[in-house]
């Protein structure tokens, strides 16, 4: 009887490999392929409770210019956290939109984050009101 292993793996393989885009990005200090729309998602989450009570930073973060301003922050740091050096999956206002409304897009105001430093922050900025 023969064994139909080999031909498993392989549509297995295939499955995973063409099922969504890929980008390049750093992990575990190696660059790696993984999902695109990983960010996206992680964006969404991050931002979900938030958009609920404040319409005009929803309208801001759902805005196109904002979008596309978040994006170059990324591509200009390579995708690298300014503040921890891991993989940057956003962007963060150094001076946060609640203290100055009119540095959300000053590009001297924006860094790229991962969540985990963008949370930390975010926490430190609350409690310091």
């Known amino acids: ?5 080999g031909v498993a793996f392989s549509i297995l393989y295939f499955k995973r490999s ?3 885009p890929q980008r390049l ?3 575990n200090g ?3 392929s993984v999902d695109y729309d990983s960010r996206n998602e992680e964006y969404t989450n991050y931002n979900r409770n938030r958009w609920k009570y404040d319409k005009d930073v929803k309208q801001f973060y759902n805005s196109t210019i904002w979008k596309r301003t978040s994006k170059q922050v990324l591509l200009e740091s390579d995708y690298v956290c300014a503040m921890c050096g891991d993989e940057a999956t956003m962007t963060d206002h150094i001076i946060s939109v ?3 409304w009119s540095k959300r897009l000053d590009r001297n ?3 790229a984050s991962c969540k985990k430093c963008n949370d930390k922050k975010a ?3 609350k409690y310091s009101y």
Request: glycine share 0%; net charge positive.
């Open 109 to 111: 105001n924006l860094q």
């Open 18 to 20: 063409a099922m969504k």
């Open 98 to 100: 609640k203290q100055d």
């Open 1 to 5: 009887m023969k064994s139909h292993k």
């Open 30 to 32: 190696r660059r790696t």
């Open 123 to 125: 926490i430190k900025e």
């Open 25 to 27: 990005t750093i992990l």
